[in-house]
C-alpha cells in the first residue's frame, strides 16, 4: 500500500527557533500533499495544499509567512515552521495523494513542542 | 466550501454490539468520501471509503453507506471488540485532485469488554 513517511516524528526546541518538517511519499508519485494540523482531541485542520512545482494554497487564517511550504518534487513536501513560538505547539500531519481521484495517505505526524 | 458534520461525538457500546457513525456533507460536488481511524498519537488510517456512484460498500465487520440525495453517509461497525477502540473521522471531497479532504470532527468509540 502506499506509504507516507513523515519526519522528525517529535521536536522540543527553544521560542524563535525555526522547524523544517519533511513528507515524503515513498512508493507512488504525489502530485498534491496537503498539511494538517491538529490540537489535543480535535479534528485535523487543513493548513495548506501543496502542488509539486507551484505555490501552496493556504486556507484562510494560515500564515504563508510562517508556515513556509516547498513541494520541491513529486515525493517531497516540506513545511518550515519560522521562528516558532510556543502557540505554535501541535501535532503536524502530512497527507499525501497519488492517483487524481484516490484516498489521501498520511504520514505518522510531527510533535511539535516549543519551549 | 465543503462543510462536514459528524455525530456523535462520543459512543460507547458494549464488546459485540454494533456502532454507528453518521455523517453529512454540504457540497453536492463531493464524491469521494472516506473513513478514518486515528489512535492516540497515531496516523489517522483508512478504514474504508465510498465513491458517489455506490450506495453501500461492506469490508468484513465494517460497512459504509451514502445517500447522495439526502447528503448524509454512515459508518457501521459490527460485532464490536475493544480493539475498535479509537477516534473515527468522517471525510468529503475529491471533486478534484487537488482539493483536499474535509474532515468532520471526529467520533471517540469507547467498545467496553
Known amino acids: 500500500g502506499a506509504v507516507v513517511s513523515q519526519h522528525p516524528s517529535r521536536v522540543i526546541c527553544k521560542s524563535g527557533t525555526s522547524v523544517k518538517i519533511e513528507c515524503r511519499s515513498l512508493?507512488?508519485?504525489?502530485?498534491?500533499m496537503f498539511w494538517y494540523r491538529q490540537f489535543p482531541k480535535q479534528s485535523l485542520m487543513l493548513m495548506a495544499t501543496?502542488?509539486?512545482?507551484?505555490?501552496?494554497?493556504?486556507e484562510q487564517g494560515v500564515e504563508k509567512d510562517k508556515f513556509l511550504i516547498n513541494h520541491a518534487s513529486l515525493t517531497l513536501s516540506t513545511l518550515t515552521v519560522t521562528s516558532a513560538h510556543p502557540e505554535d505547539s501541535s501535532f503536524y500531519i502530512c497527507?499525501?495523494?497519488?492517483?487524481?481521484?484516490?484516498?489521501?495517505?498520511f504520514g505518522d505526524g510531527t510533535r511539535l513542542s516549543i519551549l | 466550501g465543503e462543510n462536514v458534520e459528524q455525530h456523535p461525538s462520543t459512543l460507547s457500546v458494549q464488546e459485540g454490539d454494533s456502532a454507528v457513525i453518521k455523517c453529512t456533507y454540504s457540497?453536492?460536488?463531493?464524491?469521494?468520501f472516506p473513513w478514518y481511524k486515528q489512535e492516540l498519537g497515531k496516523r489517522p488510517q483508512l478504514i474504508i471509503d465510498?465513491?458517489?456512484?455506490?450506495g453501500e460498500k461492506k469490508d468484513q465487520r465494517i460497512a459504509v453507506t451514502l445517500n447522495k440525495t439526502a447528503k448524509h453517509f454512515s459508518l457501521h461497525i459490527t460485532e464490536t471488540q475493544p480493539e475498535d477502540s479509537a477516534v473515527y473521522f468522517c471525510?468529503?471531497?475529491?471533486?478534484?485532485?487537488?482539493?483536499?479532504?474535509?474532515f468532520g470532527k471526529g467520533t471517540r468509540l469507547s467498545v467496553i469488554a
Open positions: 497527507s499525501a495523494r497519488g492517483e487524481w481521484m484516490g484516498p489521501q495517505h
Open positions: 512508493d507512488f508519485q504525489a502530485t498534491t
Open positions: 501543496s502542488n509539486e512545482g507551484s505555490k501552496a494554497t493556504y
Open positions: 457540497d453536492s460536488a463531493s464524491n469521494y
Open positions: 465510498i465513491r458517489s456512484n455506490v
Open positions: 471525510a468529503a471531497g475529491g471533486s478534484s485532485g487537488n482539493t483536499p479532504l474535509v
